[in-house]
């Protein structure tokens, strides 16, 4: 079945430490997504990436890095310098086809990343 | 800009309607709601493009005011498995990339 798969599910970062979270999906989608997102504050757009080997930034870019060297890849790295990275954090992808605005969004479960 | 989402909670009993509103300042494009469970991903229900159509999923229906920038969601004799959170999203131009989440509402069925 297509899906979007995020790995790993929980993850703990020490002070200091870069951590990288997984997003790969078979869809065939050329639009992939990172939202982080917070008790109340609804869905925060990170990074996004229209097609491989290019990315914008989101609302909330600092802190976080993103690759997109496969169509099927959008690997997110929590840096150092994000110094509240404590939510849940979630991937998702759409298909380009149709104008911008009409193609739903398909979203993975998610990782939930706190401090140790 | 965020779109402001009313209520902000709401409990209903078993059978009863409830209707959530997603507003917007700034002209929209097109609006997509979504239902997510707690830890779970977010679920897509519908999209409505500007031009004031009305769309329906079983009893889960929506509504796209272009004039007022507002959408509305009506659900009709809830059910349990319509408890969560739900979210709109809003594209604010044909050239907007940016799919603008609001803080969502969360709702509770009771039996």
């Known amino acids: 079945d297509g899906g979007i798969t995020q790995s790993p599910k929980y993850l703990f970062r020490k002070e200091g430490q870069n951590v990288t979270l997984s997003c790969e999906q078979n869809?065939?989608?050329?639009?992939m997504y990172w939202y982080r997102q917070d008790p109340g504050q609804g869905l925060r757009l990170i990074y996004y990436s229209q097609i491989v080997n290019d990315f914008q930034k989101g609302d909330i870019a600092e802190g976080y890095s993103v690759s997109r060297e496969k169509k099927e890849s959008f690997p997110l790295t929590v840096t150092s310098a994000q110094k509240n990275p404590t939510a849940f954090y979630l991937c998702?992808?759409?298909?380009?086809?149709?104008?911008?605005?009409?193609?739903?969004?398909?979203f993975g479960d998610g990782t939930r990343l706190s401090i140790l | 800009q965020q779109p402001v989402q009313s209520p902000q909670a709401v409990i209903l009993r078993e059978g009863e309607d409830a209707v959530i509103n997603c507003s917007s300042s700034?002209?929209?494009?097109?609006v997509h709601w979504y239902r997510q469970k707690h830890g779970e991903a977010p679920v897509f229900l519908m999209i409505l493009l500007k031009g004031g159509e009305q769309k329906g999923h079983e009893k889960i229906s929506a509504s796209f005011n272009e004039k007022k920038q507002q959408s509305s969601l009506y659900l009709t004799a809830s059910q349990l498995s319509y408890s969560g959170t739900y979210f709109c999203?809003?594209?604010?131009?044909?050239?907007?990339?940016?799919?603008?989440f609001g803080k969502g509402t969360k709702l509770s069925v009771i039996p």
């Open positions: 869809l065939n989608h050329d639009a």
């Open positions: 998702a992808s759409k298909t380009a086809g149709g104008g911008r605005g009409n193609q739903p969004q398909h």
């Open positions: 999203g809003t594209y604010s131009g044909a050239g907007s990339y940016q799919l603008t």
């Open positions: 700034k002209a929209l494009y097109s």
